[in-house]
């Protein structure tokens, strides 16, 4: 079955730590996305990358990057510059359609801590 | 720009009795309208869409929602919740005539289901 997988399901970061966590999709969707969910806030969009070799900032990508060298993977690194990245990282995809908009489809997420 | 608001933060209903969530938007032209829902630690799984055409909507599980233009809301409906729906569900606005992809979404609103 298609779908996106996040690994790991949960992490922990040290102070001054860089991890990343990882998105595969196997949908042949175009457009991918990073979320953070923190409690009683929704989602708030980190990143989103429409096309291979291409990404854009969403409302909160400080203390984050990313890469897009293959259609199925979104890499998320988060950085010593994020200080408070106690969070649950959602990753999602879509099929990327000019003047249209499709549902996203989204993984079970990554739960990263400070240790 | 966009945005999205659910007025209910927490609900709690009797299994057997009906559901109704409220989603209310801010868009300039016709939005795109989802409702997903939450399992604790799991992603989001699309519930429902409205693109066009008839504004009452089917979407899995018994769900359904109505867009009412001249509110600009989008309500989720069930007639009767099984202890099975207790989760947390967001609505989400995409945009239109733009190839940004985005979705906005709302905060959520958590419902709890008592036997």
């Known amino acids: 079955d298609g779908g996106i997988t996040q690994s790991p399901k949960y992490l922990f970061r040290k102070e001054g730590q860089n991890v990343t966590l990882s998105c595969e999709q196997n949908l042949n969707h175009d457009a991918m996305y990073w979320y953070r969910q923190d409690p009683g806030q929704g989602l708030r969009l980190i990143y989103y990358?429409?096309?291979?070799?291409?990404?854009q900032k969403g409302d909160i990508a400080e203390g984050y990057s990313v890469s897009r060298e293959k259609k199925e993977s979104f890499p998320l690194t988060v950085t010593s510059a994020q200080k408070n990245p106690t969070a649950f990282y959602l990753c999602a995809s879509s099929i990327y359609r000019a003047h249209s908009n499709q549902p996203q489809h989204f993984g079970d997420g990554t739960r990263l801590s400070i240790l | 720009a966009q945005s999205v608001t659910q007025p209910d933060i927490h609900i709690t209903v009797s299994e057997g009795a009906s559901l109704e969530l409220r989603c209310n938007y801010s868009y300039g032209a016709t939005p795109y309208l989802f409702w997903y829902v939450q399992s604790p630690g799991q992603g989001l799984q699309l519930l429902l869409k409205?693109?066009?055409?008839?504004?009452l909507v089917q979407g899995i599980k018994g769900f359904e929602a109505e867009f009412k233009r001249s509110q600009s809301s989008f309500n989720l409906r069930k007639p009767s919740v099984h202890w099975s729906d207790a989760a947390e569900y967001f609505c989400?606005?995409?945009?239109?005539?733009?190839?940004?992809?985005?979705?906005?979404f709302g905060d959520g609103t958590t419902l709890t289901v008592k036997p």
């Open positions: 409205y693109f066009s055409g008839d504004t």
């Open positions: 989400a606005v995409g945009p239109f005539n733009t190839n940004a992809g985005k979705s906005t």
């Open positions: 990358s429409q096309i291979v070799n291409d990404f």
